[in-house]
Antibody, heavy 124, light 110 residues
Framework: EVQLVESGGGLVKPGGSLRLSCAAS????????MNWVRQAPGKGLEWVSS????????DYADSVKGRFTISRDNAKNSLYLQMNSLRAEDTAVYYC?????????????????WGQGTMVTVSS | QSALTQPASVSGSPGQSITISCTGT?????????VSWYQQHPGKAPKLMIY???NRPSGVSNRFSGTKSGNTASLIISGLQAEDEADYYC??????????FGTGTKVTVL
């Protein structure tokens, strides 16, 4: 079964750090671009970061640039998000999402597999 | 990058068709054919319904279709069913090599 499972969420004080993990199974993880998307309580979806399959391209939303770092370990089929200098506005459910790809190309923005999400709460 | 603009809510009766708009700029929706749509039921992860403006993933009902004109993309749901009641979000690739989601639309089946 194709699956993504996030972990690492929790309660952290403003200015603190947290590292999220996303474990992939059921597909060849190294062939896919991977993303983090978040959703604040009662709010809409916000794209956070992406990491290309070739490990050559990383991108971040302006709201997290300089504070968050995305990484991946293809040997462990895992995606990570290191979050530093956390703020109250970073409070959200964080989803790991796979970008759909064929054997020859990927489909930008086609996030076809999502995890169940992990909750991050930034509060004193 | 500002969120794409969607109507807050759209409603329709069972069997009717509804359209959800998604308005951006020439730097996102208007500049690329990389618009996708997501359905999200309460407490659940989003589900991909449309990608590349008008393509349906395997398993998604053909009652869902997508179009684009200029800086505005649209999701059309025909033959509205009770199970279609959910939040819907558009998403677009941008000129900054990032992605931007829409503000979200709550669909109510009357």
């Amino acid at each position: 079964e194709v699956q993504l499972v996030e972990s690492g969420g929790g309660l952290v004080k403003p200015g603190g750090s947290l590292r999220l993990s996303c474990a992939a199974s059921g597909f060849t993880f190294s062939r896919y671009n991977m993303n983090w998307v978040r959703q604040a309580p009662g709010k809409g979806l916000e794209w956070v970061s992406s990491f290309s399959s070739s490990s050559s391209h990383l991108d971040y939303a302006d709201s997290v640039k300089g504070r968050f770092t995305i990484s991946r370990d293809n040997a462990k089929n895992s995606l990570y998000l290191q979050m530093n200098s956390l703020r109250a506005e970073d409070t959200a459910v964080y989803y790991c999402a796979r970008e759909d790809c064929s054997s020859t190309s990927c489909y930008p923005g086609a996030f076809d597999i999502w995890g169940q999400g992990t909750m991050v709460t930034v509060s004193s | 990058q500002s969120a794409l603009t969607q109507p807050a809510s759209v409603s329709g009766s069972p069997g009717q068709s509804i359209t959800i708009s998604c308005t951006g700029t020439s730097s996102d929706v208007g500049g690329y054919n990389y618009v996708s749509w997501y359905q999200q039921h309460p407490g659940k992860a989003p589900k991909l319904m449309i990608y590349d403006v008008s393509n349906r993933p395997s398993g998604v009902s053909n009652r869902f279709s997508g179009t684009k004109s200029g800086n505005t993309a649209s999701l059309i749901i025909s033959g509205l069913q009770a199970e279609d009641e959910a939040d819907y979000y558009c998403n677009s690739y941008t000129s900054s090599s990032t992605y931007v989601f829409g503000t979200g639309t709550k669909v109510t089946v009357l």
